[in-house]
T-cell receptor, first 111, second 121 residues
């Protein structure tokens, strides 16, 4: 079963706008990761945030984590057409080595 | 290219046939993972290896599925007597072994290959 649930399922914005995606999960975690997947391709790791961190930045990406609410958000600022992809959050399950993915948010950035 | 590679990239087979996929991880990575992804869903964990040892298997991995990593390098995933429900993208990932001890130290990200798309007719 999948632990993470991304919200929204689909998001369409104009180039230059910010995109925010949310992820909720059910069990305790050690870390949460965000991945990007272009259509029909493999996953690209974007950023990892540990359970004792509240916010992390990487370039145009900002990730927050609220363990009390079991939720995370991914913000992409100044979006580009090349950001068009599906975005997944993935969690460990309190020490398990496997990643548990949500269903993803499909982001479309219109030029 | 020193990333994770998978072969073949696409496989079309008839129901009842056996298929085998190969994954070559990043060379210094000790851990290798297999995931399955169906349309519109996120990847689901199947199994993982640390070196040649298979340490965890999902309930999704029925008796028709078998994975090996005989020399602790590349891995194969075989599906016997394929069914239409096996149609999916099969993803392989590799990682280093995290640091010893519990907690937060040394979490290692998983690097994914391009996947093998299986279509069972």
């Amino acid at each position: 079963s999948q632990q993470g649930e991304e919200d929204p399922q689909a998001l369409s914005i104009q180039e230059g706008e910010n995109a925010t995606m949310n992820c909720s999960y059910k069990t305790s975690i050690n870390n949460l990761q965000w991945y990007r997947q272009n259509s029909g391709r493999g996953l690209v790791h974007l950023i990892l945030i540990r359970s004792n961190e509240r916010e992390k930045h990487s370039g145009r990406l900002r990730v927050t984590l609220d363990t009390s609410k079991k939720s995370s958000s991914l913000l992409i600022t100044a979006s580009r057409a090349a950001d068009t992809a599906s975005y997944f959050c993935a969690t460990d399950q309190g020490g398990s080595e496997k990643l548990v993915f949500g269903k993803g948010t499909k982001l479309t950035v219109n030029p | 290219d020193t990333g994770v590679s998978q072969d073949p990239r696409h496989k079309i087979t008839k129901r009842g046939q056996n298929v085998t996929f190969r994954c070559d991880p990043i060379s210094e990575h000790n851990r290798l993972y297999w995931y399955r992804q169906t349309l519109g869903q996120g990847p689901e964990f199947l199994t993982y290896f640390q070196n040649e040892a298979q340490l965890e298997k999902s309930r999704l991995l029925s008796d028709r599925f078998s994975a090996e990593r005989p020399k602790g390098s590349f891995s194969t995933l075989e599906i016997q007597r394929t069914e239409q429900g096996d149609s999916a993208m099969y993803l392989c990932a590799s990682s280093e072994i995290p640091g010893q001890g519990k907690g937060l130290a040394g979490v290692k990200e998983q690097f994914f290959g391009p996947g093998t798309r299986l279509t069972v007719l």
